[in-house]
């Protein structure tokens, strides 16, 4: 674990990121997967950015949902914790299945400047996936837990269960729920008019639109790791354009763009007195 200088989020940013989810439209959360991608969607308006944890793990090398990308995700986090945006973090199911780990790696996010994480069950026991909430809320109050449900994305999408699981992450102290998967309108309607807590959708391009969605109550669309996988297609088709002879299409940002995007910023503070250093493995 590596220890990181504190820089606890900015006054109020927490506060606005759990207000962006009682909006009038709701929340529209693109997901990147490292500073580059991270800093130019912020640079096109939104307000607040999450990590994928897809992209996270494959520009690693690692593999995703398998908790492999704990110190990835930490200094991806140390890196953008300080922009003037406000930012989520997609932490799988927390890297551990022990409650306090995952609270003391909600409290490091936290300390870097995060706002929001997002704990998944995996579709593991949902009374151990509420007690990684309650032990996230009793840790670091201010940051914004936005528990997700696989049912839908890794089980058959049984109503009741997605209910009840739904139920005990509210109870345990959620602020959001998350139902990856769920693409149909009339069931997230029927969530929407049975949870308290702001209900997250992830957006599919197979699924129904932004609009659709916020008609029908949802609060939150994440991305998730749709633009990675789109930014690796687009290079894909870009390299199969040059090979046939032809130009890409496209915008294309310069060397100078990236670079600059792709730089670290510590705060003032932080550059003086360097980093920690490491504790632990």
């Known amino acids: 674990m590596t220890a990181h200088p504190k820089q606890t989020p900015r006054a109020g940013a927490a506060s606005a990121f759990a207000e962006l989810h009682h909006a009038d439209e709701p929340l529209l959360?693109?997901?990147?997967?490292?500073?580059?991608?991270?800093?130019?969607?912020?640079?096109?308006?939104?307000?607040?950015?999450?990590?994928?944890?897809?992209?996270?793990?494959?520009?690693?090398?690692?593999?995703?949902?398998?908790?492999?990308t704990r110190e990835e995700t930490l200094r991806l986090a140390f890196a953008l914790g300080s922009e003037p945006w406000l930012l989520s973090v997609d932490a799988e199911g927390g890297f551990s299945e022990d409650p306090d780990e995952v609270a003391?790696?909600?409290?490091?996010?936290?300390?870097?400047?995060?706002?929001?994480?997002?704990?998944?069950d995996g579709l593991g026991p949902a009374d151990r996936h509420a007690a990684k909430i309650v032990a996230v809320k009793e840790a670091v109050p201010g940051l914004f837990v936005n528990a997700r449900t696989d049912t839908h994305w890794l089980g058959d999408g049984d109503a009741a269960d997605t209910m009840a699981r739904l139920d005990a992450y509210q109870e345990a102290g959620?602020?959001?729920?998350?139902?990856?998967?769920?693409?149909d309108l009339r069931q997230i309607t029927t969530l929407v008019r049975h949870v308290d807590a702001?209900?997250?959708?992830?957006?599919?391009?197979?699924?129904?639109?932004a609009p659709d969605l916020a008609d029908a109550g949802v609060r939150r669309i994440s991305l998730g790791s749709l633009l990675y996988r789109r930014a690796l297609?687009?290079?894909?088709?870009a390299a199969a354009e040059i090979r046939a002879g032809r130009t890409p299409a496209g915008p294309t940002p310069s060397y100078q763009e990236v670079a600059v995007r792709s730089r670290a910023r510590r705060p003032a503070a932080i550059r003086q007195r360097g980093p920690a250093g490491r504790a632990g493995t």
Do not use: H, K, M
Request: charged share 15%; proline share 7%.
């Open 233 to 237: 297609g687009a290079a894909l088709e």
């Open 104 to 120: 003391e790696f909600a409290r490091e996010l936290y300390a870097v400047g995060v706002v929001g994480i997002n704990l998944e």
């Open 29 to 68: 959360l693109p997901n990147a997967w490292d500073c580059a991608s991270a800093r130019a969607l912020a640079g096109q308006g939104f307000r607040a950015v999450a990590t994928t944890s897809l992209g996270v793990a494959a520009t690693a090398g690692l593999p995703d949902g398998e908790a492999a």
């Open 174 to 183: 959620a602020d959001g729920v998350f139902v990856p998967g769920l693409t």
């Open 198 to 209: 702001p209900l997250n959708v992830l957006y599919s391009p197979d699924g129904p639109s």
